[in-house]
């Protein structure tokens, strides 16, 4: 039983100590009149291999938000209507950090 609580508390250090390291990506897609666009893909790209890791879609007020992602550099492109609009190529993540990066 000791052994079990022991396991128990290292996961829990474990998953607050990476949440606490993990980064969040957040912003807002407007079309050129500054009216949302909901729907849209936020497409994240791992910058040094180009391997798709996640796509978030973007909600009525045309924002979206993505947490949990590691620190490091993406690659991240909107798509709407299956067509890419914009892509930026070097976005850094920080440790614990929010990063807003709106399209």
């Known amino acids: 039983m000791k052994s079990i609580w022991i396991a128990l508390i290292n996961v829990?250090?474990?998953?607050a100590s990476a949440s606490a390291a993990s980064s969040v990506l957040q912003g807002t897609v407007k079309d050129a009149n500054g009216d949302p666009?909901?729907?849209?893909d936020i497409r994240i790209e791992a910058t040094n291999t180009g391997r798709l890791l996640t796509t978030v879609?973007?909600?009525?007020?045309g924002r979206y938000s993505l947490e949990g992602l590691a620190p490091g550099n993406y690659r991240v492109t909107l798509v709407v209507n299956g067509a890419a609009k914009a892509s930026i190529n070097n976005t850094t993540l920080e440790p614990g950090e929010t990063t807003q990066l709106n399209f």
């Open 37 to 40: 666009i909901q729907g849209a």
């Open 57 to 61: 879609k973007t909600n009525v007020s």
């Open 12 to 15: 829990m250090l474990f998953v």
